[in-house]
């Protein structure tokens, strides 16, 4: 069954600097303690200072995490890639998944992007799926 009020939004920035291994940890601490509480589920593309990520959740929690998110003085220049209404989580089981990625890997996204929502989707499921990753299930 599907979830009443459920949410979806994917976006790239840039990091200001780029982060360390320990600086990437750091950051994923802070959001899956964060998402745990808020209901919020996702993952975490990095790529040689590139960052996709995509959140998932009750609607006024993503939207609450993205703000928190786009204040951030870890990145700039966030552009929101997808932003709607969804009747299931992709990443369900996950705080917050994290992979290195190539900037080829996040081009691709993009450019599934641009044929469809569930392109971009599959795009980043496929991808984190057969890559080397770090998961923390919720709960």
Request: with cysteine.
């Amino acid at each position: 069954m599907a979830a009443p009020n459920l949410h979806r939004l994917l976006y790239v920035s840039s990091a200001v600097m780029r982060m360390s291994s320990a600086e990437l940890e750091e950051l994923l601490e802070e959001a899956r303690a964060a998402n745990a509480v808020n209901d919020v589920t996702g993952v975490l593309l990095y790529a040689d200072g590139n960052i996709m990520q995509m959140l998932e959740g009750p609607r006024d929690n993503v939207q609450e995490t993205f703000e928190r998110i786009s204040r951030s003085r870890r990145h700039k220049g966030v552009i929101v890639l997808l932003d709607s209404a969804v009747p299931e989580r992709v990443f369900s089981t996950w705080s917050m998944a994290y992979s290195q990625a190539t900037w080829a890997q996040l081009a691709e996204v993009q450019e599934a992007c641009r044929r469809s929502g569930d392109a971009a989707i599959k795009v980043i499921q496929g991808f984190v799926t057969h890559t080397t990753r770090t998961f923390t299930s919720r709960g």
